[in-house]
């Protein structure tokens, strides 16, 4: 088992900033792409960053320029560091990561139970 746990989130005014954590834990093989995805209310879980084992990242439209997604491969570890933050950022953020367990076990997606980011005055 697998298991993600996202901290860092909560209530920040716009052009303000957060820094997401996420750590991952439990029978890790290997990780090979880590990132966030959001839900905003009444909207679909949507991409926000996500950076693969080899240091290559991809980023949703909306946050290029504002967001940066690293990752520490020994904490097995993402962070997302949201600068200017705008309200249409509002959502929960959850981390999802792609994970082997074992050399003859395939690759599976694991999620964790999100975290608030509400940007408001």
């Known amino acids: 088992q697998v298991q993600l746990v996202e901290s860092g989130g909560g209530l920040v005014q716009p052009g303000g900033s957060l820094r997401l954590s996420c750590a991952a834990s439990?029978?890790?093989?290997?990780?090979?792409?880590i990132g966030w995805y959001r839900q905003a209310p009444g909207k679909q879980r949507e991409l926000v960053a996500i950076?693969?084992?080899?240091?290559?990242?991809n980023y949703a439209d909306s946050v290029k320029g504002r967001f940066t997604i690293s990752r520490d491969n020994a904490k097995n570890t993402v962070y997302l560091q949201m600068n200017s933050l705008k309200p249409e950022d509002t959502a929960v953020y959850y981390c999802?990561?792609?994970?082997?367990?074992?050399?003859?076990?395939?690759?599976?997606?694991?999620w964790g139970q999100g975290t608030q980011v509400t940007v408001s005055s």
């Open positions: 999802t990561a792609d994970v082997r367990t074992s050399v003859v076990i395939p690759t599976k997606d694991y």
């Open positions: 439990g029978s890790i093989f290997t990780i090979n792409a």
């Open positions: 950076i693969r084992s080899v240091g290559s990242t």
